[in-house]
């Protein structure tokens, strides 16, 4: 999004071409970037689906670094599985690689977390289920 984007209203913006540009899906996900405030212009890319454009603006509405997995080398699931890896503070540059798919990158993330927890000490401690 260009700068003179920034500078209009929510509904000033979805009168503009570079709005109209999107599906009516996309521009869903843009408005909800845009009620809470986020920089949409991260994630309002043609070439980002619907499910890559969610994955990204989850991220950012938990301050996360998005820029790890906003690409579009990477499928939703992978892009799933990475943010799921920064909410729990992983080194998630082990697998957010284009060669792992998302079950690989599940599997890693996984073992991940039970390492940490065996060098914290939580190793018993039941944690939220992540899919």
Not at 3 to 30: A, R, S
Not at 96 to 119: F, G
């Amino acid at each position: 999004m260009n700068k003179i984007h920034n500078n209009l209203t929510v509904e000033n913006l979805i009168k503009t071409e570079w709005f109209n540009q999107f599906n009516y899906y996309q521009k869903q996900e843009i408005l909800k970037g845009l009620e809470t405030n986020l920089d949409v212009s991260i994630y309002a890319n043609k070439d980002f689906n619907i499910d890559k454009m969610c994955q990204i603006r989850l991220g950012l509405e938990q301050n996360l670094d998005v820029s790890i997995y906003a690409k579009d080398c990477f499928d939703w699931l992978q892009m799933k599985q990475i943010r799921y890896g920064l909410e729990k503070d992983l080194d998630v540059s082990i697998y957010a690689k284009t060669e792992y798919n998302w079950k690989k990158m599940k599997e890693i993330r996984k073992r991940l977390i039970k390492e940490a927890d065996r060098k914290s000490g939580s190793a018993g401690m039941p944690r939220p289920i992540s899919y």
